[in-house]
């Protein structure tokens, strides 16, 4: 019995970091989908709830105003949901530039962008963070491909940015992105992509439905669109950028606010799970969403029977000694999180990678609990700026003038 549970959560590991990214490339390359796509310049809304962002929101503003996209065509809605900081009196400048303020009391980020999308006008909603930077052609780039009649949303890419003072989990924070924007790109070309980020993404507006409280909304928002019939594409040239997490508890603290958010929008969307109506989107839906969030468990099951099997052989003696490695470099990874030696990919790989899965098996346990996370506090560090090779991105920021190459 041990053996068998030993190799039912190896083949679940396996296939969720490894066979799935295998698959959804061999699909796209042997059942490819292409859309439509061009310039075109509908109406457009983009959407910001903030709470308490008045480090952020003066930039975000002048990098949404200062975007390759007609100024008739292009509105910003922000929500401030109950905000004490002068996030309110800092949008407020913009008035008359095509901003609109809607000043909330505190009621949670759902109720915050439901009713900026009711105060919006435009064809096309584009959704954002208010410390996401856009690219100066990345609110084309989220409307080209709705050329495509078939083409309900387009999700955007979110790229961190580089810091002198970054923490140790960042670089691993950034290999898990550049993984995830593979995984996206092989989905869109033979299908849907699973789901958007927050940080910038666009569906049309009479595809919108309300978000349900304590749910990740890019989640509800963007699948809503797949549910809805129609296609969720990738657009690797709308590129957003955000300063990596200023505080390693902070950052960890935010990973369980989303992860349990986001198992509740699962569930919530649980009719997704369903092969004959949503096809292949269902198994990447419970791949992808839920299989890989819940990895904390065989994950967990594995670290304890290992060494129980240690006298069946060399293969059950290689695993314990292979999760001792991970786990111990890990702890010294934490231990060295504040040096240059802690930023190395020996410790920093393995430490985002416990932490992730701890910050998952902490939102099981708040899911089974039936803890709700509603509202919000930020808990982010200011904007900061770019540097490196010279590109027309971001202009108009004060801050963001330049790009660094993430790659």
């Known amino acids: 019995m041990t053996v068998t549970v030993f190799w039912i959560c190896v083949g679940l590991i396996a296939y969720t970091y490894g066979g ?3 698959l959804l490339a ?15 310049t509908p109406p457009v809304s983009m959407i910001i709830a903030a709470h308490n962002e008045a480090a952020n929101i003066g930039d975000k503003l002048q990098n949404a105003l200062s975007l390759d996209y007609p100024s008739q065509q292009f509105e ?5 949901d109950g905000s004490t900081d002068g996030t309110d ?5 913009y008035a008359g530039r095509g901003v609109h303020l809607l000043s909330l009391p505190r009621q949670g980020k759902a109720a915050a962008l439901n009713a900026a999308v009711a105060a919006s006008n435009g064809e096309v909603l584009v959704f954002s963070d208010a410390n996401s930077m856009y690219d100066a052609g990345a609110v084309r780039a989220l409307v080209r491909p709705l050329a495509d009649p078939q083409v309900g949303g387009v999700a955007g890419d ?3 940015l580089p810091a002198a003072d970054q923490l140790a989990a960042d670089e691993g924070e950034r290999c898990f992105w550049n993984y995830d924007r593979s995984l996206k790109r092989w989905q869109s070309a033979a299908g849907n992509v699973t789901s958007s980020t927050g940080a910038i993404y666009s569906i049309r507006r009479d595809l919108f439905t309300s978000v349900p409280e304590g749910v990740c909304d890019d989640f509800a928002v963007s699948t809503s669109v797949v549910a809805q019939g129609y296609r969720l594409v990738f657009a690797t040239d709308a590129i957003a950028y ?3 997490a200023k505080s390693a508890d902070a950052e960890f603290a935010r990973k369980v606010r989303i992860i349990t958010r986001g198992l509740r929008g699962v569930i919530d969307q649980r009719l997704l799970f369903n092969p004959f109506r949503y096809g292949f989107f269902s198994l990447q839906v419970i791949t992808h969403k839920l299989l890989r969030r819940l990895m904390a468990i065989p994950l967990f099951v594995l670290l304890l029977l290992s060494p129980l ?3 069946e052989g060399p293969f059950y003696q290689l695993a314990v000694a292979g999760q001792a490695v991970v786990y111990s470099c890990s702890a010294v990874g934490w231990w060295l999180k504040d040096t240059r030696l802690g930023r190395w990919k020996l410790f920093t790989l393995p430490l985002f990678f416990v932490l992730a899965n701890l910050a998952s098996l902490l939102a099981v346990v708040n899911l089974v609990c039936g803890r709700r996370i509603v509202t919000w506090q930020t808990a982010r560090p200011a904007a900061a700026p770019l540097a490196g090779r010279p590109r027309p991105v971001l202009a108009g ?10 790659r």
């Open 26 to 40: 061999m699909r796209a390359r042997l059942c490819p989908r292409p859309y439509r796509a061009a310039d075109i």
């Open 20 to 22: 799935f990214a295998l």
């Open 397 to 406: 920021s004060r801050k963001f003038v330049k790009e660094r190459s993430m």
């Open 76 to 80: 910003v809605i922000v929500a401030s």
């Open 242 to 244: 955000e300063p990596p």
């Open 309 to 311: 099997l240690w006298t």
């Open 89 to 93: 009196e800092i949008v407020r400048r």
């Open 158 to 160: 979110q790229r961190y």
